[in-house]
């Protein structure tokens, strides 16, 4: 059984920092981008950041830009979301996901693994 299990969702500042894990187990995600989405209360699931099965390519939506950081350990199957400057318009459901392709993809219908979610909720 494949899982992608989320973890360091918490609540913090704004302009403070949190650092999100994504542990994935049942199978080896190394060959695979993965990336992560959000989704906030009455909007839709949007793209955050995606990265390829190297880690050599990143994409981040606008929005991040300079403030999240995507990476990953394919020896430990897990992949990070680095977030600093956190601003309230970051709160949401942030989820981990798995690509179907080795390369970056920045639609949802691109991934076929995804987990549970954590919760991050940045106070103003």
């Known amino acids: 059984q494949v899982q992608l299990v989320e973890s360091g969702g918490g609540l913090v500042q704004a302009g403070g920092s949190l650092r999100l894990s994504c542990a994935a187990s049942?199978?080896?995600?190394?060959?695979?981008?993965m990336g992560w989405f959000r989704q906030a209360p009455g909007k839709e699931r949007e793209f955050v950041a995606t990265?390829?099965?190297?880690?050599?390519?990143?994409r981040y939506v606008d929005s991040v830009k300079g403030r999240f950081t995507i990476s990953r350990d394919n020896a430990k199957n897990t992949v990070y979301l680095q977030m600093n400057s956190l601003k309230p318009e970051d709160t949401a459901i942030y989820y981990c996901?798995?690509?179907?392709?080795?390369?970056?993809?920045?639609?949802?219908?691109?991934?076929?693994?995804w987990g549970q979610g954590t919760q991050v909720t940045v106070s103003s």
């Open positions: 996901a798995g690509g179907r392709f080795s390369f970056v993809v920045v639609t949802a219908r691109d991934y076929n693994y």
């Open positions: 049942g199978r080896t995600f190394s060959s695979n981008a």
């Open positions: 990265i390829s099965w190297s880690g050599d390519s990143t």
